[in-house]
Protein backbone atom coordinates (compact mmCIF):
# COMPACT_ATOMS: atom_id res chain seq x y z
CA UNK A 1 0.00 0.00 0.00
CA UNK A 2 2.69 2.51 0.58
CA UNK A 3 4.40 1.68 -2.89
CA UNK A 4 1.24 2.95 -4.12
CA UNK A 5 1.18 5.85 -2.11
CA UNK A 6 4.47 6.79 -3.03
CA UNK A 7 4.12 5.93 -6.75
CA UNK A 8 1.05 8.14 -6.47
CA UNK A 9 2.54 10.71 -5.43
CA UNK A 10 5.64 10.96 -7.75
CA UNK A 11 3.09 10.84 -10.79
CA UNK A 12 1.12 13.38 -9.57
CA UNK A 13 4.36 15.78 -9.09
CA UNK A 14 5.82 15.27 -12.41
CA UNK A 15 2.81 17.46 -14.20
CA UNK A 16 4.79 17.79 -17.47
CA UNK A 17 4.31 13.82 -17.62
CA UNK A 18 1.20 13.79 -16.39
CA UNK A 19 -0.36 16.98 -18.66
CA UNK A 20 1.32 15.09 -21.86
CA UNK A 21 -0.09 11.75 -21.22
CA UNK A 22 -3.32 13.31 -20.69
CA UNK A 23 -3.56 15.47 -23.60
CA UNK A 24 -2.05 12.11 -25.86
CA UNK A 25 -4.27 9.48 -24.44
CA UNK A 26 -7.68 11.42 -24.15
CA UNK A 27 -8.22 11.98 -28.20
CA UNK A 28 -6.56 8.44 -28.95
CA UNK A 29 -9.59 6.97 -26.46
CA UNK A 30 -12.02 9.10 -28.07
CA UNK A 31 -11.09 8.26 -31.49
CA UNK A 32 -10.80 4.65 -29.93
CA UNK A 33 -14.17 4.52 -27.90
CA UNK A 34 -16.22 5.96 -31.17
CA UNK A 35 -14.68 2.99 -33.80
CA UNK A 36 -15.45 0.42 -30.98
CA UNK A 37 -18.84 2.16 -30.84
CA UNK A 38 -19.34 1.63 -34.38
CA UNK A 39 -18.57 -1.97 -34.22
CA UNK A 40 -20.61 -2.26 -31.56
CA UNK A 41 -24.29 -0.75 -33.09
CA UNK A 42 -22.96 -2.55 -35.99
CA UNK A 43 -23.49 -5.91 -34.57
CA UNK A 44 -26.49 -4.79 -31.84
CA UNK A 45 -28.11 -3.74 -35.87
CA UNK A 46 -26.91 -6.84 -37.12
CA UNK A 47 -28.12 -9.05 -34.31
CA UNK A 48 -32.24 -8.04 -35.27
CA UNK A 49 -31.65 -10.31 -38.08
CA UNK A 50 -30.51 -13.22 -35.97
CA UNK A 51 -27.96 -15.50 -34.74
CA UNK A 52 -26.33 -16.79 -38.36
CA UNK A 53 -26.28 -13.29 -39.34
CA UNK A 54 -24.11 -12.10 -36.38
CA UNK A 55 -21.99 -15.72 -36.64
CA UNK A 56 -21.82 -14.73 -40.30
CA UNK A 57 -21.12 -10.95 -40.26
CA UNK A 58 -18.65 -11.85 -37.24
CA UNK A 59 -16.65 -14.32 -39.11
CA UNK A 60 -16.14 -11.81 -42.36
CA UNK A 61 -14.95 -9.60 -39.70
CA UNK A 62 -12.08 -11.47 -38.84
CA UNK A 63 -10.52 -11.00 -42.53
CA UNK A 64 -10.97 -7.31 -41.41
CA UNK A 65 -9.48 -8.24 -38.55
CA UNK A 66 -6.10 -9.73 -40.25
CA UNK A 67 -5.91 -7.00 -42.93
CA UNK A 68 -6.26 -4.29 -40.05
CA UNK A 69 -3.44 -6.13 -37.77
CA UNK A 70 -1.36 -6.01 -40.63
CA UNK A 71 -1.42 -2.52 -41.22
CA UNK A 72 -1.47 -1.87 -37.61
CA UNK A 73 1.97 -3.67 -37.39
CA UNK A 74 3.27 -1.41 -40.95
CA UNK A 75 2.39 1.79 -39.18
CA UNK A 76 2.81 1.20 -35.49
CA UNK A 77 6.09 0.38 -36.51
CA UNK A 78 6.54 3.31 -38.69
CA UNK A 79 5.12 5.12 -35.92
CA UNK A 80 8.30 3.59 -33.64
CA UNK A 81 10.53 5.94 -36.06
CA UNK A 82 8.21 8.76 -36.13
CA UNK A 83 8.05 9.35 -32.49
CA UNK A 84 11.65 9.47 -32.65
CA UNK A 85 12.23 11.20 -35.25
CA UNK A 86 9.83 13.99 -34.13
CA UNK A 87 11.84 14.05 -30.92
CA UNK A 88 14.58 15.76 -32.66
CA UNK A 89 12.28 17.53 -34.70
CA UNK A 90 13.22 16.11 -38.21
CA UNK A 91 10.25 16.62 -40.60
CA UNK A 92 12.18 15.65 -43.59
CA UNK A 93 12.57 12.06 -42.54
CA UNK A 94 8.87 12.16 -41.02
CA UNK A 95 7.98 12.08 -44.30
CA UNK A 96 9.95 9.87 -45.87
CA UNK A 97 8.64 6.73 -43.46
CA UNK A 98 4.97 8.13 -43.57
CA UNK A 99 5.76 7.66 -47.89
CA UNK A 100 7.03 3.81 -46.89
CA UNK A 101 3.95 3.28 -44.90
CA UNK A 102 1.60 4.12 -47.35
CA UNK A 103 3.56 2.17 -49.83
CA UNK A 104 3.20 -0.97 -47.97
CA UNK A 105 -0.56 -1.00 -46.19
CA UNK A 106 -2.12 0.28 -49.90
CA UNK A 107 0.08 -3.61 -50.92
CA UNK A 108 -1.46 -4.69 -48.12
CA UNK A 109 -4.87 -3.89 -48.71
CA UNK A 110 -4.68 -5.16 -52.28
CA UNK A 111 -3.39 -8.70 -50.87
CA UNK A 112 -6.79 -8.94 -49.06
CA UNK A 113 -9.36 -7.06 -51.65
CA UNK A 114 -8.90 -9.38 -54.44
CA UNK A 115 -9.32 -13.00 -53.26
CA UNK A 116 -12.44 -11.40 -51.31
CA UNK A 117 -13.93 -9.95 -54.46
CA UNK A 118 -12.99 -13.35 -56.68
CA UNK A 119 -14.53 -15.77 -54.28
CA UNK A 120 -15.60 -14.52 -51.27
CA UNK A 121 -17.37 -17.64 -50.36
CA UNK A 122 -14.13 -19.89 -50.34
CA UNK A 123 -12.57 -17.46 -47.69
CA UNK A 124 -15.94 -17.49 -45.72
CA UNK A 125 -15.36 -21.64 -45.70
CA UNK A 126 -12.15 -21.33 -43.96
CA UNK A 127 -13.75 -20.15 -40.98
CA UNK A 128 -17.18 -22.36 -40.51
CA UNK A 129 -18.86 -25.28 -42.29
CA UNK A 130 -22.04 -23.67 -42.09
CA UNK A 131 -23.55 -23.12 -45.12
CA UNK A 132 -25.80 -20.37 -44.01
CA UNK A 133 -22.96 -18.52 -42.29
CA UNK A 134 -20.93 -18.71 -45.21
CA UNK A 135 -24.04 -17.46 -47.55
CA UNK A 136 -24.44 -14.06 -45.16
CA UNK A 137 -20.64 -13.59 -44.45
CA UNK A 138 -19.73 -13.74 -48.18
CA UNK A 139 -22.63 -11.39 -49.13
CA UNK A 140 -21.20 -8.80 -46.16
CA UNK A 141 -17.58 -9.28 -47.10
CA UNK A 142 -17.60 -8.79 -51.23
CA UNK A 143 -18.58 -5.74 -50.23
CA UNK A 144 -17.00 -3.89 -47.37
CA UNK A 145 -13.57 -5.70 -48.54
CA UNK A 146 -13.51 -2.68 -51.20
CA UNK A 147 -13.41 -0.34 -47.88
CA UNK A 148 -9.50 -1.42 -47.06
CA UNK A 149 -7.61 0.79 -49.37
CA UNK A 150 -9.45 3.57 -47.41
CA UNK A 151 -8.65 2.16 -43.80
CA UNK A 152 -5.08 1.73 -44.71
CA UNK A 153 -4.10 5.47 -46.01
CA UNK A 154 -6.60 6.35 -43.02
CA UNK A 155 -4.38 4.49 -40.54
CA UNK A 156 -1.10 5.69 -42.00
CA UNK A 157 -1.64 9.10 -41.91
CA UNK A 158 -2.97 8.94 -37.97
CA UNK A 159 0.09 7.05 -37.06
CA UNK A 160 2.28 9.95 -38.33
CA UNK A 161 -0.21 12.54 -36.54
CA UNK A 162 0.08 10.68 -33.64
CA UNK A 163 3.83 10.47 -33.24
CA UNK A 164 4.42 14.09 -33.72
CA UNK A 165 1.53 14.71 -31.28
CA UNK A 166 -1.43 16.04 -33.27
CA UNK A 167 -4.10 13.73 -31.93
CA UNK A 168 -7.21 16.05 -32.21
CA UNK A 169 -7.97 15.28 -36.18
CA UNK A 170 -8.07 11.65 -35.71
CA UNK A 171 -11.36 12.28 -32.91
CA UNK A 172 -13.14 14.87 -35.89
CA UNK A 173 -12.58 12.07 -38.25
CA UNK A 174 -14.38 9.07 -36.46
CA UNK A 175 -17.33 11.17 -35.64
CA UNK A 176 -17.92 12.21 -38.64
CA UNK A 177 -17.34 8.17 -39.36
CA UNK A 178 -19.46 6.99 -37.05
CA UNK A 179 -22.44 9.40 -37.74
CA UNK A 180 -22.20 8.22 -41.67
CA UNK A 181 -22.19 4.66 -40.42
CA UNK A 182 -24.93 4.41 -38.26
CA UNK A 183 -27.34 6.94 -40.04
CA UNK A 184 -27.09 4.33 -43.31
CA UNK A 185 -26.92 0.81 -41.22
CA UNK A 186 -30.27 1.96 -40.26
CA UNK A 187 -31.36 2.80 -43.52
CA UNK A 188 -29.99 0.20 -45.87
CA UNK A 189 -30.73 -2.68 -43.51
CA UNK A 190 -33.69 -1.86 -42.40
CA UNK A 191 -34.97 -0.06 -45.44
CA UNK A 192 -36.13 3.35 -43.99
CA UNK A 193 -37.23 6.48 -46.02
CA UNK A 194 -37.88 4.88 -49.30
CA UNK A 195 -34.49 2.84 -50.06
CA UNK A 196 -34.66 -1.06 -50.18
CA UNK A 197 -34.46 -3.46 -47.05
CA UNK A 198 -30.82 -4.93 -47.68
CA UNK A 199 -30.15 -6.65 -44.50
CA UNK A 200 -26.38 -7.39 -44.12
CA UNK A 201 -25.74 -6.13 -47.60
CA UNK A 202 -26.61 -2.35 -46.42
CA UNK A 203 -24.67 -2.85 -43.37
CA UNK A 204 -21.61 -3.79 -45.80
CA UNK A 205 -22.29 -0.67 -47.63
CA UNK A 206 -22.77 1.46 -44.50
CA UNK A 207 -19.19 0.39 -43.80
CA UNK A 208 -17.90 1.19 -46.55
CA UNK A 209 -19.25 4.73 -46.99
CA UNK A 210 -18.02 5.43 -43.49
CA UNK A 211 -14.64 4.41 -44.66
CA UNK A 212 -14.94 6.73 -47.39
CA UNK A 213 -15.90 10.08 -45.53
CA UNK A 214 -13.20 9.44 -42.78
CA UNK A 215 -10.12 8.82 -45.40
CA UNK A 216 -11.74 12.13 -47.24
CA UNK A 217 -11.90 14.18 -44.06
CA UNK A 218 -8.87 12.71 -42.51
CA UNK A 219 -6.87 14.28 -45.85
CA UNK A 220 -9.06 17.42 -46.34
CA UNK A 221 -7.79 18.57 -42.33
CA UNK A 222 -4.30 17.45 -42.80
CA UNK A 223 -3.73 19.39 -46.19
CA UNK A 224 -5.43 22.30 -45.20
CA UNK A 225 -3.11 22.90 -41.59
CA UNK A 226 -0.02 22.19 -43.87
CA UNK A 227 1.52 20.19 -40.82
CA UNK A 228 3.96 17.40 -40.78
CA UNK A 229 1.65 15.01 -42.57
CA UNK A 230 1.06 17.50 -45.25
CA UNK A 231 3.52 15.79 -47.48
CA UNK A 232 4.11 16.05 -51.11
CA UNK A 233 4.33 13.48 -53.52
CA UNK A 234 8.28 14.30 -53.84
CA UNK A 235 8.59 14.45 -50.15
CA UNK A 236 6.63 10.78 -49.44
CA UNK A 237 9.38 9.20 -52.17
CA UNK A 238 12.53 10.52 -51.71
CA UNK A 239 13.87 8.27 -49.08
CA UNK A 240 17.21 6.09 -50.64
CA UNK A 241 18.53 2.35 -49.85
CA UNK A 242 20.25 3.19 -46.54
CA UNK A 243 16.55 4.34 -45.39
CA UNK A 244 15.10 1.83 -46.64
CA UNK A 245 17.40 -0.71 -44.68
CA UNK A 246 17.08 1.59 -41.76
CA UNK A 247 13.35 1.57 -41.68
CA UNK A 248 12.85 -2.05 -42.04
CA UNK A 249 15.08 -3.04 -39.35
CA UNK A 250 13.06 -1.40 -36.70
CA UNK A 251 9.65 -1.86 -38.96
CA UNK A 252 9.70 -5.39 -39.91
CA UNK A 253 9.85 -7.30 -37.08
CA UNK A 254 6.76 -5.37 -36.25
CA UNK A 255 4.76 -6.29 -39.12
CA UNK A 256 5.76 -10.12 -38.87
CA UNK A 257 4.50 -9.57 -35.39
CA UNK A 258 1.04 -8.19 -35.62
CA UNK A 259 0.56 -10.56 -39.10
CA UNK A 260 1.89 -13.84 -37.17
CA UNK A 261 -0.18 -12.82 -34.08
CA UNK A 262 -3.52 -12.10 -36.45
CA UNK A 263 -3.24 -15.04 -38.21
CA UNK A 264 -2.97 -17.13 -34.91
CA UNK A 265 -5.71 -15.06 -33.32
CA UNK A 266 -7.85 -15.70 -36.39
CA UNK A 267 -7.32 -19.69 -36.19
CA UNK A 268 -9.32 -18.93 -32.64
CA UNK A 269 -12.57 -18.02 -35.13
CA UNK A 270 -11.89 -21.58 -37.11
CA UNK A 271 -11.68 -23.47 -34.26
CA UNK A 272 -14.95 -21.35 -32.67
CA UNK A 273 -17.02 -22.03 -35.80
CA UNK A 274 -16.89 -25.15 -35.44
CA UNK A 275 -18.10 -25.07 -32.33
CA UNK A 276 -21.73 -24.16 -33.52
CA UNK A 277 -23.26 -20.48 -34.48
CA UNK A 278 -24.29 -20.25 -30.52
CA UNK A 279 -20.32 -20.28 -29.78
CA UNK A 280 -19.65 -18.00 -32.31
CA UNK A 281 -22.13 -15.42 -31.36
CA UNK A 282 -21.42 -15.21 -27.91
CA UNK A 283 -17.68 -15.12 -28.93
CA UNK A 284 -18.50 -12.02 -31.25
CA UNK A 285 -20.55 -10.12 -28.77
CA UNK A 286 -17.86 -10.82 -25.79
CA UNK A 287 -15.37 -9.50 -28.19
CA UNK A 288 -16.71 -6.55 -29.11
CA UNK A 289 -17.93 -5.57 -25.94
CA UNK A 290 -14.41 -6.01 -24.45
CA UNK A 291 -12.78 -3.93 -27.44
CA UNK A 292 -14.80 -0.89 -26.00
CA UNK A 293 -13.59 -1.83 -22.92
CA UNK A 294 -9.89 -1.85 -23.54
CA UNK A 295 -9.79 0.96 -25.48
CA UNK A 296 -8.37 3.44 -22.47
CA UNK A 297 -5.83 0.53 -22.23
CA UNK A 298 -4.69 0.61 -25.66
CA UNK A 299 -4.79 4.32 -26.02
CA UNK A 300 -2.57 4.47 -23.10
CA UNK A 301 -0.11 2.05 -24.59
CA UNK A 302 -0.38 4.10 -27.88
CA UNK A 303 0.70 7.24 -25.83
CA UNK A 304 3.20 5.61 -24.06
CA UNK A 305 4.82 4.80 -27.31
CA UNK A 306 4.90 8.14 -28.32
CA UNK A 307 6.16 9.75 -25.50
CA UNK A 308 9.08 7.51 -24.86
CA UNK A 309 9.36 7.84 -28.63
CA UNK A 310 10.01 11.57 -28.39
CA UNK A 311 12.05 11.17 -25.18
CA UNK A 312 14.65 8.60 -26.61
CA UNK A 313 14.64 10.58 -30.11
CA UNK A 314 15.60 13.59 -28.21
CA UNK A 315 18.33 11.58 -26.15
CA UNK A 316 16.42 11.29 -22.61
CA UNK A 317 16.56 8.24 -21.66
CA UNK A 318 16.68 8.16 -17.99
CA UNK A 319 13.31 10.52 -18.45
CA UNK A 320 12.03 7.39 -20.61
CA UNK A 321 13.07 5.04 -18.09
CA UNK A 322 11.12 6.60 -15.66
CA UNK A 323 8.03 7.63 -17.48
CA UNK A 324 7.33 3.95 -18.23
CA UNK A 325 7.10 2.49 -14.92
CA UNK A 326 4.95 5.67 -14.12
CA UNK A 327 2.94 4.57 -17.61
CA UNK A 328 3.00 0.69 -16.09
CA UNK A 329 1.57 1.84 -12.54
CA UNK A 330 -1.15 3.85 -14.34
CA UNK A 331 -2.11 0.86 -16.58
CA UNK A 332 -2.70 -1.86 -13.76
CA UNK A 333 -4.50 0.78 -11.31
CA UNK A 334 -6.85 1.06 -14.18
CA UNK A 335 -7.21 -2.17 -15.05
CA UNK A 336 -8.91 -2.89 -11.09
CA UNK A 337 -11.23 -0.09 -11.92
CA UNK A 338 -12.15 -1.32 -15.08
CA UNK A 339 -12.41 -4.85 -14.06
CA UNK A 340 -15.06 -3.94 -11.20
CA UNK A 341 -16.86 -1.65 -14.23
CA UNK A 342 -17.14 -4.84 -16.34
CA UNK A 343 -18.22 -7.11 -13.47
CA UNK A 344 -21.37 -4.96 -12.76
CA UNK A 345 -22.56 -3.83 -16.34
CA UNK A 346 -22.24 -7.33 -17.75
CA UNK A 347 -26.10 -8.29 -17.23
CA UNK A 348 -27.37 -4.88 -18.96
CA UNK A 349 -25.11 -5.11 -21.74
CA UNK A 350 -26.43 -8.83 -22.67
CA UNK A 351 -29.89 -7.11 -22.05
CA UNK A 352 -29.56 -5.12 -25.33
CA UNK A 353 -28.82 -8.40 -27.42
CA UNK A 354 -31.89 -10.20 -29.23
CA UNK A 355 -30.39 -13.67 -28.45
CA UNK A 356 -31.24 -17.27 -26.74
CA UNK A 357 -30.55 -17.74 -23.17
CA UNK A 358 -27.82 -20.35 -24.09
CA UNK A 359 -25.96 -17.38 -26.22
CA UNK A 360 -26.46 -14.84 -23.27
CA UNK A 361 -25.30 -17.47 -20.52
CA UNK A 362 -22.64 -17.80 -22.68
CA UNK A 363 -22.06 -14.42 -22.78
CA UNK A 364 -21.96 -13.53 -19.28
CA UNK A 365 -19.59 -16.63 -18.63
CA UNK A 366 -17.04 -15.22 -21.23
CA UNK A 367 -17.59 -11.77 -19.58
CA UNK A 368 -15.89 -13.44 -16.52
CA UNK A 369 -13.05 -14.83 -18.23
CA UNK A 370 -12.01 -11.61 -19.65
CA UNK A 371 -12.15 -9.98 -16.15
CA UNK A 372 -9.90 -12.73 -14.31
CA UNK A 373 -7.58 -12.04 -17.06
CA UNK A 374 -7.38 -8.51 -17.57
CA UNK A 375 -4.49 -7.75 -15.29
CA UNK A 376 -1.71 -10.08 -17.76
CA UNK A 377 -3.52 -8.65 -20.80
CA UNK A 378 -3.29 -4.94 -20.18
CA UNK A 379 0.29 -5.14 -18.47
CA UNK A 380 0.92 -7.58 -22.03
CA UNK A 381 -0.72 -4.07 -24.02
CA UNK A 382 1.58 -1.39 -22.11
CA UNK A 383 4.70 -3.62 -22.23
CA UNK A 384 4.74 -4.72 -25.78
CA UNK A 385 2.82 -2.13 -27.45
CA UNK A 386 4.12 0.88 -25.91
CA UNK A 387 7.51 0.01 -23.96
CA UNK A 388 9.57 -2.49 -26.09
CA UNK A 389 8.48 -0.87 -29.06
CA UNK A 390 8.59 2.70 -28.57
CA UNK A 391 12.50 1.91 -28.05
CA UNK A 392 12.96 -0.41 -31.45
CA UNK A 393 13.20 -3.68 -29.16
CA UNK A 394 10.30 -5.14 -32.03
CA UNK A 395 12.34 -8.94 -32.14
CA UNK A 396 11.44 -9.07 -28.63
CA UNK A 397 7.68 -8.24 -29.05
CA UNK A 398 7.73 -10.54 -32.08
CA UNK A 399 8.91 -13.51 -29.83
CA UNK A 400 6.34 -12.97 -27.40
CA UNK A 401 3.35 -12.63 -29.28
CA UNK A 402 3.69 -15.10 -31.75
CA UNK A 403 5.09 -17.98 -29.76
CA UNK A 404 2.05 -16.75 -27.06
CA UNK A 405 -0.50 -17.64 -29.96
CA UNK A 406 0.93 -20.47 -31.92
CA UNK A 407 2.47 -22.45 -29.02
CA UNK A 408 -0.34 -21.92 -26.39
CA UNK A 409 -3.74 -20.37 -27.61
CA UNK A 410 -4.26 -22.40 -31.18
CA UNK A 411 -3.30 -25.17 -29.47
CA UNK A 412 -5.42 -24.86 -26.32
CA UNK A 413 -8.33 -23.49 -28.64
CA UNK A 414 -8.31 -26.84 -31.00
CA UNK A 415 -8.07 -29.37 -28.01
CA UNK A 416 -10.94 -27.32 -25.73
CA UNK A 417 -12.99 -26.46 -28.90
CA UNK A 418 -12.87 -29.95 -31.09
CA UNK A 419 -11.22 -32.41 -29.16
CA UNK A 420 -12.89 -32.19 -25.77
CA UNK A 421 -15.62 -30.22 -27.32
CA UNK A 422 -16.22 -28.25 -24.01
CA UNK A 423 -18.12 -24.49 -23.57
CA UNK A 424 -16.86 -21.73 -25.42
CA UNK A 425 -16.12 -20.08 -22.38
CA UNK A 426 -14.01 -22.32 -21.00
CA UNK A 427 -12.06 -22.77 -24.53
CA UNK A 428 -12.00 -18.95 -24.16
CA UNK A 429 -10.15 -19.48 -20.76
CA UNK A 430 -7.96 -22.14 -22.06
CA UNK A 431 -6.84 -19.59 -24.99
CA UNK A 432 -6.12 -16.86 -22.58
CA UNK A 433 -3.17 -19.07 -20.89
CA UNK A 434 -1.17 -17.21 -23.02
CA UNK A 435 -1.61 -13.59 -21.66
CA UNK A 436 -0.05 -15.68 -18.46
CA UNK A 437 2.88 -16.82 -20.46
CA UNK A 438 3.62 -13.47 -22.22
CA UNK A 439 3.36 -11.64 -18.75
CA UNK A 440 6.20 -13.54 -17.11
CA UNK A 441 8.88 -13.53 -20.01
CA UNK A 442 7.54 -9.99 -20.65
CA UNK A 443 8.46 -8.90 -17.27
CA UNK A 444 11.99 -10.19 -17.76
CA UNK A 445 12.57 -8.23 -21.27
CA UNK A 446 11.33 -4.97 -19.80
CA UNK A 447 13.86 -5.04 -16.60
CA UNK A 448 17.14 -5.99 -19.18
CA UNK A 449 16.21 -2.63 -20.78
CA UNK A 450 16.93 -3.83 -24.23
CA UNK A 451 14.31 -1.13 -25.51
CA UNK A 452 16.00 1.90 -23.83
CA UNK A 453 17.66 3.52 -26.81
CA UNK A 454 17.80 6.19 -29.56
CA UNK A 455 17.34 4.58 -33.19
CA UNK A 456 17.48 8.26 -34.95
CA UNK A 457 20.83 9.29 -34.20
CA UNK A 458 21.97 8.84 -37.22
CA UNK A 459 20.54 10.54 -40.52
CA UNK A 460 19.81 9.21 -44.35
Not at 56 to 77: C, W
Not at 399 to 418: E, Q, R, S
Amino acid sequence: MMYITNQMKIIAKDKPFLSKTIAITIPIALQGLLNTILNFVDILMIGKLGESTIAGVGLANKVFFVFTLLVFGIVSGSGVLTAQYWGKRDVVNIRKVLGISLILALSASILFVVPCIINPKFVMGIFTNSEETIRIGAVYLSIVVISYPFTAITNAYVSLLRGVNQVKAPVIISIASILVNVIFNYILIFGKFGFPELGVAGAAIATLMARVVESSVLLFIVYKNHGPAAAKLKELLSFNLEFIKKYFVTVSPVIANEFMWGLGVTLYSLAYGRMGDSAVAAITITQTVEQIMQVIFMSLSNAAAVILGNEMGAGHLKDAEKHAKNLIFIQLTLTVFVGIFCFFIRQPIINLFDVTDIVAGYVKLCFLVFILYMPFKMFNTINIVGILRSGGDTKACLFLDCTGVWFIGIPMAFIGGLVLHLPIYTVYAMVLIEEIYKFILGIKRYRKKKWLRNLVATEY
